[in-house]
């Protein structure tokens, strides 16, 4: 009975025991649950109610009334009695003279000198008889009429010789649409107010009829489409440049898209965007989808370093044999921990003030060259990322894998060593913000055109996105050198073109 009795109280333990585990890991399994639900609030929260902006100041930095304080001890009589409990009192002193800093008016902003000045010149109502002219006094202000729409119209006379034997007429002059109404000039602002300027085609023929002047929505989008046909060789040639270079940025977005296929809704396809931020080149390329295919058709031919998100479709890229060597975005991995601040406040504070460090040396390298730039990214930038790299090995092993600070560590962890390329070679960016900036303009014009009109669209919006964005990268004022090129490229020899691209674009006036 004793042996009986201890197996039915061992055996009662042995419950427990496996009930206790079996709590502990639903508490474990409810415990990942609720960080997760509590950071996709926290985040959905932020997205409606915060500010956008991913400001960090860790919290060992003085605030503006602690340095305001400070300063206001060290220059004034002794008159703080006790600071050590977080508490000012102040005793009475003698007056103390104080300038009063006089605030700056503003100051009217000088009007460019190239504008056009139209003179008006007010008199005096009354008799001027005898009155002797002593100066005058001129006031400027800066005006503006609608944009002009006007016609240019080719007259060319005939001649023909005494004997009736030849007609002379000069030549047609060289049009970009020799079919179209349109001239160089309005075929480009409608392109400029679409892919610049963010303008619909729809709302640009609205525009038109407050002037009288009825232009068909097909008659624009002929314009658009016929017009990319004409620089398609340009797209070509850069494309090739892009490709041609050592160094590339690359990310994608989202753009929606008609298809026929699909009766009552878009196709999601996307632009694929690759950023030479060394020379100024940018290529939109459109694909249908998401997949490796693109990168891996487009960078086919391309050697040297690839820059990247993150992002799984560019791993194939990792193998030996590509000729690329793939490195990582770091404001990337600082976003996973700017967003785990509300979970593990003490954890994602020590990442991100790391990661500012290591801002805060590209900051004073920026105007460095090349030689002198890796050397303090090896002297400096290297042992913190070093540091960093165990310190989040080590912090992962005791947090939760599926809470925010969980995947912030983890998401660094696994692409820390091509986080750790840019600190290699001087000419590399610690992140992959050039080609996000480069991406804006998609961003803000398919919130206004909505979607592209099919998928031959897409690829010539992508054209269009690549040679403007070019322009901008180069401070070019888009118009003229679109204007000019539309103009010159139907007699421009084939095999140089690329002179026409705007990083080697000269105006001819």
């Given at each position: 009975?004793?042996?009986?009795?201890s197996l039915?109280?061992f055996a009662?333990?042995?419950?427990?025991?496996?009930a206790?585990?079996?709590?502990?890991?639903?508490?474990?399994q409810?415990?990942?649950q609720?960080?997760?639900l509590?950071?996709?609030?926290?985040?959905?929260?932020r997205?409606?109610?915060a500010s956008?902006?991913e400001?960090?100041?860790?919290t060992d930095t003085l605030?503006a009334a602690q340095l305001r304080?400070?300063?206001?001890?060290?220059l004034?009589p002794?008159t703080?009695?006790n600071?050590?409990?977080?508490?000012?009192?102040?005793t009475?002193?003698?007056?103390?003279?104080?300038t009063?800093?006089?605030?700056?008016h503003?100051v009217?902003m000088k009007?460019?000198e190239?504008?056009?000045?139209?003179?008006i010149?007010l008199?005096p109502?009354?008799?001027l008889?005898?009155?002797i002219?002593?100066?005058e006094e001129?006031?400027?202000e800066?005006?503006?009429e609608p944009?002009?729409?006007?016609?240019?119209r080719?007259?060319?006379p005939k001649?023909?010789?005494?004997d009736n034997?030849a007609?002379?007429?000069?030549?047609?002059?060289?049009?970009p649409?020799p079919?179209?109404?349109?001239?160089?000039g309005?075929?480009?602002?409608?392109i400029?107010?679409?892919?610049?300027?963010h303008l619909?085609l729809y709302r640009?023929?609205?525009?038109f009829?407050?002037?009288?002047?009825?232009?068909p929505y097909?008659?624009?989008?002929d314009?658009v489409?016929?017009?990319?046909r004409?620089?398609?060789?340009?797209y070509?040639?850069l494309r090739?440049?892009?490709?041609?270079?050592?160094?590339?940025?690359a990310?994608?977005?989202?753009?929606?898209v008609?298809?026929?296929?699909?009766?009552?809704?878009t196709h999601?396809?996307?632009?694929?965007?690759?950023h030479?931020?060394?020379?100024?080149?940018v290529l939109?390329?459109?694909q249908?989808?998401?997949?490796?295919?693109?990168?891996?058709?487009i960078?086919k031919?391309?050697?040297?370093?690839?820059?990247?998100?993150?992002y799984?479709a560019?791993e194939?890229?990792?193998?030996?044999s590509?000729?690329?060597?793939v490195l990582?975005?770091?404001?990337?991995?600082?976003?996973?921990?700017?967003?785990?601040l509300?979970?593990?406040?003490?954890r994602a504070?020590?990442?991100?003030?790391q990661i500012g460090?290591?801002y805060?040396?590209e900051?004073r390298?920026?105007?460095?060259d090349?030689?002198r730039?890796l050397?303090?990214?090896?002297?400096?930038?290297?042992?913190v990322?070093?540091s960093l790299g165990?310190?989040?090995?080590?912090?992962?092993?005791?947090?939760?894998?599926?809470?925010t600070?969980?995947k912030?560590?983890g998401?660094?962890i696994?692409?820390?060593q091509?986080l750790?390329?840019?600190?290699?070679?001087?000419?590399?960016n610690i992140d992959?913000?050039?080609v996000?900036n480069?991406?804006?303009p998609?961003?803000v014009?398919?919130?206004n055109?909505?979607f592209?009109?099919?998928?031959q669209a897409?690829?010539?919006s992508?054209?269009?996105?690549?040679l403007?964005?070019?322009?901008?990268l180069?401070?070019i004022?888009?118009?003229?050198w679109?204007k000019?090129?539309?103009?010159?490229i139907?007699?421009?020899?084939?095999n140089k073109?690329?002179d026409l691209l705007?990083?080697?674009?000269?105006p001819?006036?």
């Open positions: 009975m004793l042996l009986i009795g039915r109280i009662a333990s042995s419950m427990n025991e496996a206790a585990i079996d709590y502990q890991q639903k508490y474990e409810l415990q990942g609720y960080e997760v509590k950071a996709e609030l926290m985040q959905l929260r997205l409606l109610f956008r902006q400001r960090f100041l860790p605030s304080l400070d300063i206001t001890a060290a004034l002794a703080v009695v600071t050590a409990a977080k508490k000012v009192e102040y009475k002193t003698a007056a103390v003279p104080t009063l800093e006089h605030k700056q503003p009217r009007l460019p190239h504008l056009e000045r139209r003179i010149t008199e109502s009354a008799d008889t005898g009155l002219r002593m100066g001129v006031t400027e800066l005006d503006y944009g002009r729409l006007f016609v240019n080719y007259v060319r001649y023909i010789s005494k034997e007609i002379l007429i000069a030549p047609v002059a060289a049009r649409l079919k179209a109404i349109a001239g160089a309005l075929l480009a602002q409608t400029i107010d679409k892919y610049v300027d619909p640009q023929q609205q525009r009829a407050r002037e009288n002047i009825t232009i097909s008659t624009l989008t314009w489409h016929n017009s990319c004409l620089i398609e060789p340009l070509k040639a090739k440049e892009v490709i041609a270079s050592d160094y590339l940025h990310d994608e977005t989202p753009i929606k008609l298809d026929k296929d699909k009766k009552g809704e999601r396809g996307y632009y694929w965007v690759y030479n931020s060394i020379e100024g080149l939109f390329d459109y249908m989808g998401r997949g490796r295919e693109g990168p891996k058709q960078l031919d391309f050697t040297g370093h690839l820059q990247t998100d993150g799984s560019y194939f890229f990792k193998e030996e590509s000729g690329i060597t990582h975005c770091m404001a990337h991995a600082r976003r996973k921990f700017y967003e785990a509300p979970n593990d406040k003490p504070e020590h990442a991100l003030t460090k290591l805060d040396i900051r390298a920026k105007e460095m090349n030689e730039r050397a303090i990214r090896r002297q400096e930038a290297m042992p990322l070093e165990e310190w989040m090995k080590e912090q992962y092993l005791e947090v939760l894998p599926k809470s600070i969980g912030a560590l998401y660094s696994e692409r820390w091509e750790m390329v840019y600190a290699t070679e001087g000419k590399l992959n913000n050039p996000e480069s991406i804006r998609v961003a014009g398919r919130k055109y909505l592209a009109g099919s998928h897409a690829q010539r992508a054209m269009l996105y690549s403007l964005g070019t322009c901008k180069h401070g004022n888009p118009f003229h679109l000019e090129v539309l103009q010159t139907p007699n421009h020899p084939i073109v690329s705007p990083h080697r674009w000269t001819l006036t």
